[in-house]
Nanobody, 114 residues
Framework: QVQLVESGGGLVQPGGSLRLSCTAS????????MGWYRQAPEKQRELVAI???????NYENSVKGRFTIFRDNTKNTMYLQMNSLKPEDTAVYYC????????WGRGTRVAVSS
């Protein structure tokens, strides 16, 4: 069982930045495939960014060049650095781990508005 705790959401103006964090339990963190998903109101949940255990990453097209996913295996923590935020980035962001099975965090809300 992997438990996930997210933090870092909030309200930010367009063009601003936020950093989301996801701390995971377990001793095999470095083997986890981890990602961030988001779900905007009345929309389906979508993959934003993924970080494989080997270090490779991939991003949804609309966030490429603005968001960066990275992890610190010494802290069992994954991050999503979000820059140049747009109103369309407003959503609940969920941390996801794939390790034998799928695990989800409870989500952290990001609102981009002036």
């Amino acid at each position: 069982q992997v438990q996930l705790v997210e933090s870092g959401g909030g309200l930010v103006q367009p063009g601003g930045s936020l950093r989301l964090s996801c701390t995971a339990s377990g001793t095999a963190f470095r083997f986890y495939t981890m990602g961030w998903y988001r779900q905007a109101p009345e929309k389906q949940r979508e993959l934003v960014a993924i970080n494989l255990s080997g270090g490779s990453t991939n991003y949804e097209n609309s966030v490429k060049g603005r968001f960066t996913i990275f992890r610190d295996n010494t802290k069992n923590t994954m991050y999503l650095q979000m820059n140049s935020l747009k109103p369309e980035d407003t959503a609940v962001y969920y941390c996801h781990v794939q390790f034998r099975e799928a695990y989800w965090g409870r989500g952290t809300r990001v609102a981009v508005s002036s």
